[in-house]
């Protein structure tokens, strides 16, 4: 079945930076679009970025020019690299394929 495992987040600085990771499996990944998304505390989800099977990406307004979606095909893993972080960034965040999701990773952005 589809599985999706999130990795990476943890406690940052306000400006710092944080990579995410998320393997994948139990489908095709090399032709899915692949997304991340977020779930800030009493908020509802907010879809921040995604990436289709040939590497185009697309990007919410919110963190365009400080996020950076990536893929690698070959090892059925999608990556974030966040840039400049803000508190506002604090979340859950969710690698998702279609309805599918993985268990999320918690970013905290506070000094």
């Known amino acids: 079945q589809v599985r999706l495992v999130e990795s990476g987040g943890g406690l940052v600085q306000p400006g710092g930076s944080l990579s995410l990771s998320c393997t994948a499996s139990?489908?095709?990944?090399?032709?899915?679009?692949m997304h991340w998304v977020r779930q800030a505390p009493g908020k509802e989800i907010e879809w921040g970025s995604g990436?289709?099977?040939?590497?185009?990406?697309y990007y919410a307004d919110s963190v365009k020019g400080r996020f950076t979606i990536s893929r690698d095909n070959a090892r059925d893993t999608l990556y974030l690299q966040m840039n400049s972080l803000k508190p506002e960034d604090t979340a859950l965040y969710y690698c998702?394929?279609?309805?599918?999701r993985g268990q999320g990773t918690q970013v905290t952005v506070s000094s």
């Open positions: 139990g489908f095709t990944f090399s032709i899915a679009t």
């Open positions: 998702a394929m279609g309805t599918f």
């Open positions: 990436i289709d099977r040939i590497g185009r990406q």
